[in-house]
């Protein structure tokens, strides 16, 4: 039988164990289930590409970060951060575990308010606020984060108009030792803006000020930030207290956990190199533990925390349309997932498995989607031994931000799946087809072709 001929190619030797010729062979496992169901019957179901969500891990990782929480701080809560996921079956499986709901936008309001949440256990962040937005929110009880001076104006006008006084906190940003320092959001604690604002809030006597808010980043690697925040809004409570008798009922510091997701250009990977859940604590735990504003009033903690919840728990199915060689000597693989799905492959180096066994030398590798479009890369180029069109692959963790920030471009959404901690598979969200696409559009007449 004759041999396939592969042309000569010139190759980066790779850490490990390799055979006589320096290739890796057989350097790669596989994974074929996902939470005990196997990743094959999922796809025989639902299709491929396909999204699927652990309940369990879900689950597990809210009740995980809320008992650390009380461990150093016992007056603590969660609210879950809408933008992360807002599928429906998401959200509901974090409210059930007790979590209230935090918003940027009056869409997100509708969610909440859809799934059954009431105002006053909501937390309504973000820039972006309109007027008419406001009007709704505040007449339900939705307590509002004022994020600019205009906002306050016009939360002034809102109070006036309602003939109410609105339950209202600020956000302030500061300097917590990283770089870049999110300015754009709220008011500036170092050079005294978040103070005077909240005397021009209080002397207005409009709105009733019951919380500071800070935001300081997202993915932080590092958690001794969150003692700084924590410090200055406590020392800000402090300052409000003394000079105009008001206790703020908590203090909300925000989300920004990273999750075991790594960033691209990161030397150590993310389950080494991110905080966990304590050491997080610890350093808020610390700031409350030496803050006599804490100690005397005991305000409550809100963390808005969403993507270290909830990234670990999702995984893409996704499977081999076809492959080439390119003239670097690397080989491209064509999966049907792309960026117009995986947002976050941008900023993350996610991991990549195949979902049977496969054997072969390892070669450089490109991991293209199915766009038109040359950026459209998945992975860049990493040893992997030969694919088959056909072959099922899973990628993870895509939890957080994918399905909420992905495009229809191109190709349909695919379909989301849940895992429940008994092992039922339930869709959560049918993949589209053209009336999704098309159900809001309009041809005029004289345009028509049938």
Partial sequence: MKKKYNPPRILRNQAGLSNKIAFNKNAINFQDRIAGIPVKTLTEKFGSPLFVFSE?????????LTSILKNFYHNSEVSWSYKTNYLGAICSIFHQEGAKAEIVSIMEYDMAKHLGIEGKDII??????????????????????IDHFQE????EEVADELGIRPRVAIRVNMDTGIYPQWQRFGFNYDNGEAYRTLQRLIQGNKLELIGLHAHIGTFMLDANPYYISASKLLELAQRVQDNFNIIVE???LGGGFASNNT????????EFSSPSFAQYATAIGKAFNESKFARENEPRL????GRVLVDEAGTLITQVLGKRDLPTGERAVVIDAGVNILFTTWWYNLKILPAQP????????IFYGPLCMNIDIVKHSTPYPDLKIGDQL???PVGAYNVTQWMQFIEYRPGVCLISETGEVNLIREREGLKDINTRERIPEYLRMV
């Avoid at 306050?152 to 939360?155: K, P, S």
């Avoid at 809100?302 to 925390?305: D, H, K, N, R, W």
């Fill in 250 to 252: 908590y203090i909300d």
């Fill in 394 to 396: 899973i990628i993870f």
């Fill in 302 to 305: 809100i963390l808005e925390t």
């Fill in 56 to 64: 369990a891990k879900i689950r597990d990782s809210y009740r995980e």
């Fill in 152 to 155: 306050l104006i016009m939360m």
């Fill in 358 to 365: 496969i054997s072969g030398t390892s070669l450089p590798t």
């Fill in 124 to 145: 309504f962040n973000g820039p972006g606020k309109r007027k008419d937005d406001l009007l709704r929110v505040v007449d339900d009880g939705v307590i509002v984060h």
């Fill in 263 to 270: 960033l691209h250009n990161q030397y150590t990977p993310g």
